[in-house]
């Protein structure tokens, strides 16, 4: 898809990383910067910004009241027709804040429904894509033959696409750690172009 075809597309972009001042950040502002330039209509959601408790203290069987902040962040899962997420690997899966956003947010009745008396269950999200920007200290490759992606396969297949989100993509930027600063500024490129052309 180029920028052309996909002018005035709803997308929301959120920051998965707990500071507003990391690379995470700055990719989360080149990719919002080459969005609104290519046109399109764009929301931000600053995960560490938002006030909630990310423990979902009784799983599935309590009534954990949403707190306004969920509450707006769901109207503007809806409101989307392109969900990007922007985080780092740590451990090999998405910062605490981000699953405790999840988890809260995703619910059943919202993000998904069982089917009484089945195994299988309704995707509610369906007619939105995504597209994951993702920062590791591994070499992409190591977290790939290696570690074998266990963050990406978890905000893949049983999260995004679970819910119905499709096509997901994830880029991977890394090795961080030792990473140039010309190296940085291929990377925020990347993420600006994305922007343009998702």
């Given at each position: 898809m180029n920028g052309v075809d996909e002018v005035g597309k709803k997308t929301l972009v959120f920051l998965g990383h707990p500071s507003n001042s990391s690379l995470c950040a700055e990719l989360h502002r080149e990719y919002v910067q080459g969005a609104l330039h290519a046109g399109k209509d764009v929301r931000e959601l600053m995960l560490g910004d938002l006030d909630f408790d990310p423990l979902l203290k009784e799983g599935y069987r309590g009534n954990q009241p949403l707190e306004p902040d969920?509450?707006?962040?769901?109207?503007?899962?809806?409101?989307?027709?392109?969900?990007?997420?922007?985080?780092p690997i740590w451990w090999g899966g998405m910062p605490a804040l981000q699953k405790g956003f999840i988890d809260r947010t995703f619910l059943p009745g919202f993000?998904?429904?069982?089917?009484?008396?089945?195994?299988?269950?309704?995707?509610?999200?369906?007619?939105?894509?995504?597209?994951?920007?993702?920062t590791m200290d591994s070499p992409p490759w190591y977290f790939r033959w290696v570690n074998r992606m266990p963050g990406h396969h978890q905000m893949k297949k049983t999260i995004l696409e679970f819910c119905g989100i499709k096509p997901v993509r994830i880029t991977s930027f890394g090795a961080v750690k030792p990473s140039s600063a010309e190296l940085r500024a291929q990377w925020l490129g990347?993420?600006?172009?994305?922007g343009q052309n998702d």
């Open positions: 969920l509450l707006k962040a769901r109207e503007d899962i809806l409101w989307a027709e392109h969900l990007v997420f922007v985080y993000a998904f429904k069982y089917r009484k008396g089945s195994s299988l269950w309704d995707k509610l999200l369906t007619g939105r894509s995504a597209h994951c920007l993702v990347q993420a600006r172009a994305f």
